[in-house]
């Protein structure tokens, strides 16, 4: 997969005219500043707060976990992890992150996936979001190299790639940051990034490490 | 040399199953060494899994006291005895091993302390190197503290020997060893991931967002994860797509934000973020879908 | 199931996955409890066993007084920032609180500091995005 595929930020011709569209509609949007609606309230008053659309509790949306199996057009067929089979239906509304947000023909047979969405009357679940490959893992930093870290998980050893331009870190709680320079071998990482199925490495999208 | 490694076998797997054991019996937490390895998929639970290990840890405190103390109480006849107690303790634990690597490949075998990587060669390396321990002291010609008597400075020797090889597969000390050597190498040649261009991620820009006011009210729209993102002219432009309206009226949108590129967490905790909604089918905007949500709360916004 | 509206605690939550998997997740099995899975609303409670406690140490980050709540728990999980809602069941140990003292996830400046909750990703995908790795919650059951 070229890396052009899978980063938008490359535009070209039509493409290039709808984000400039989309750049003016945006900003003659409106500007929100101020202080936090919920953060603010104590736990009550945060629990009696209106719940957004968004709720899980009215059974709105679906989930799906498993690898795909097989690509029909725009139709994933997904075999759970647990011997269930989802048909998980992208839609041009769908959002696809495989590493960064990316379009349909980067999913490839043999990717695992999770996916969000709405149950269709046909039983297949038209898709919302769907992440692909994503993990998110407690790791132990054993070794950094120029374009790698070596990662301990559950006492597996794993490969973490460091993707230029891609790749962030936070330390202790800080925003997300392209200096990598701070990480220390042996400290506890949680690293969130994308499974490569060829080599069982992982790309990292963020490494996050504690004191 | 090979005769005093024989007579001196006693002693060095003695005391190795006697460390082994009284971790097994004794460790804190013995729920926590079982989880995840072949012993509690054999046990059928954690439970279960944890009686077994202390019974292992009691069997091989058992032997190693045998092994150590046999040749001065029952003589030559404990030795043996002893001996193949300690060879029969390690064909178990090969057995059980063999067992784990097939029905369980991904389990770890939970042998040793630091038990929890999967089985492999260093698991059966372990293994082996009790049954070829209890066989050499089935074997050994007199009682060990003989052996160490008449040759204190070679018995030393390869007592140390046997220490550092017993490091090395039950107690990782190579790869303790490989860290500080790693951390060494750092310190020496620098950080090899110096001097990365300082520039925001987007990943950065998305979690500004999705802290600040505007998510909160755009959240009720937006359906999607992040879609599409772009930089102008000092901007970081975010799109989602969404839903607004119910059922029937539902109208399906791209929700747009716009941020300062050079903003994260650290600089703006508070960050001023443009929003529009717009109908995916005609372009236009969307003027009270963010209405509904300011609806919920008394949100200030400012246009 | 019974997803309640008395506060519990509130921290920063973040996600894993468990039960058969693909990837690095393989080795997880069902957890702590034996039945957790990834597709399922399930959650990691750092309290859920003193075993567990042993190994998540929340007390080391001050927060000593999180109850214990077994697996099969059930909690209302809800994000500070949005107020979206999942019910989930604790059915596993985590997250490792003690390796992330004083990590912080905030709205608009308003922050709960510490993972005191890990959601498996149907549970937390249902509240926020995978591709954000935490999130700022309130608790109830």
Redesign the interface.
């Known amino acids: 997969m070229s890396p052009n595929r899978n980063t938008p930020d490359a535009p070209e011709g039509r493409e290039l005219h709808r984000r400039r569209f989309l750049s003016a509609a945006a900003l003659g949007g409106a500007t929100i500043v101020g202080a936090s609606a919920l953060g603010g309230l104590d736990a009550d008053a945060a629990f009696a707060a209106p719940s957004p659309s968004l709720d899980p509790a009215i059974a709105k949306t679906s989930f799906a976990e498993g690898r795909v199996a097989g690509i029909n057009g725009s139709m994933l067929e997904v075999a759970g992890s647990h011997g269930e089979f989802h048909r998980v239906q992208l839609t041009n509304a769908t959002s696809i992150w495989k590493l960064h947000p990316t379009t349909a023909d980067a999913v490839e047979p043999g990717d695992g996936l999770y996916a969000r969405g709405v149950e269709m009357p046909d039983g297949s679940i038209a898709a919302d979001a769907v992440w692909v490959n994503i993990v998110n893992l407690h790791c132990t930093i054993r070794g950094i190299g120029r374009d790698r870290l070596e990662l301990a998980h559950n006492n597996h050893a794993v490969v973490g790639r460091v993707v230029k331009g891609t790749t962030a870190a936070s330390y202790h709680g800080s925003a997300l940051s392209s200096d990598l320079s701070r990480l220390r071998i042996g400290q506890d990482a949680q690293v969130l990034g994308a499974w490569r199925p060829k080599d069982d490495s992982i790309d990292i999208a963020r490494v996050s490490v504690g004191r | 040399m090979l005769s005093l490694l024989r007579d001196l076998a006693p002693l060095a797997l003695g005391a190795l199953l006697a460390w082994s054991g009284a971790v097994k019996l004794a460790g ?2 013995p ?2 060494r079982v ?2 390895t072949a012993l509690e998929r054999l046990a059928n ?2 439970e279960r899994a944890t009686v077994a290990l202390r019974a292992v840890g009691a069997a091989e405190l058992l032997v190693a006291a045998a092994l150590l103390t046999a040749p001065a109480v029952a003589g030559p006849a404990g030795a043996v005895w002893s001996g193949t107690a300690a060879a029969l303790l390690g064909a178990a634990f090969t057995g059980y091993l063999v067992h784990g690597r097939v029905t369980a490949p ?1 389990s ?1 075998c939970g042998c040793t302390a ?1 038990g ?3 089985i492999g060669p260093r698991a059966f390396a372990r293994a082996g190197l009790v049954v070829v321990g209890g066989a050499a002291s089935a074997v050994a010609a007199g009682p060990w503290w003989e052996t160490v008597w008449r040759h204190p400075v070679a018995a030393t020797a390869l007592l140390a020997g046997c220490g550092a090889v017993a490091a090395v597969l039950f107690a990782d000390l190579d790869r303790r060893l490989l ?1 500080a050597l ?2 060494l190498r ?1 310190r020496v040649f620098g ?11 987007v ?2 820009s ?3 967002l ?8 755009a ?2 729209v ?9 930089d ?1 002219d000092g ?1 970081r ?1 975010l ?4 839903t607004h309206g119910t059922d029937r009226n539902a109208r ?1 949108v ?1 929700v ?3 941020l300062d590129v050079h903003a ?4 703006a ?10 109908d ?1 089918e005609t ?1 236009e ?1 969307v003027t009270d879908a ?1 209405e509904d ?1 300011t609806a ?8 | 199931m019974a997803c309640g509206s008395t506060y519990l605690w509130r921290g920063e939550a973040t996600w894993f996955c468990c039960g058969n998997a693909w990837g690095p997740c393989g080795s997880h099995g069902g957890g702590a409890c034996g039945t957790c899975r990834s597709s399922a609303n399930h959650g990691a409670w750092p309290n859920a066993s003193a075993a567990c406690w042993d190994i998540t140490r929340p007390d080391l980050c001050g927060e000593g007084n999180i109850p214990r709540r077994g697996c099969g728990s059930v909690m209302n999980v809800r994000h500070q920032c949005t107020g979206a809602t999942v019910c989930i069941t604790i059915t596993d140990c985590g997250p490792r609180t003690k390796s992330f003292c004083g990590e912080a996830a905030c709205c608009n400046g308003q922050c709960r500091t510490n993972r005191i909750l890990d959601l498996t990703p149907a549970a937390y995908s249902a509240i926020g995005s995978l591709s954000s790795g935490k999130l700022p919650v309130w608790i109830y059951e």
């Not at chain 2, 950080?191 to 991620?201: I, R, S, T, Y």
């Not at chain 2, 799109?239 to 969404?242: A, H």
């Open positions: 804190r937490a729920e926590r989880a995840g639970g954690v991904d770890s630091r929890d990587e999967p860290l790693r951390r750092l950080h090899p991931l110096e001097g990365a261009p300082k520039v925001v991620p990943e950065a998305v979690e500004l999705e802290r600040s006011l505007a998510w909160e009210a959240a009720p937006v359906r999607s994860g992040l879609r599409d993102h772009w102008e901007w432009f799109r989602y797509t969404g399906r791209s747009l934000f716009a994260d967490l650290d600089t905790s508070r960050p001023a973020v443009r929003v529009a909604v717009l995916e372009g905007p963010l949500v919920r709360t008394a949100l200030p916004i400012v246009t």
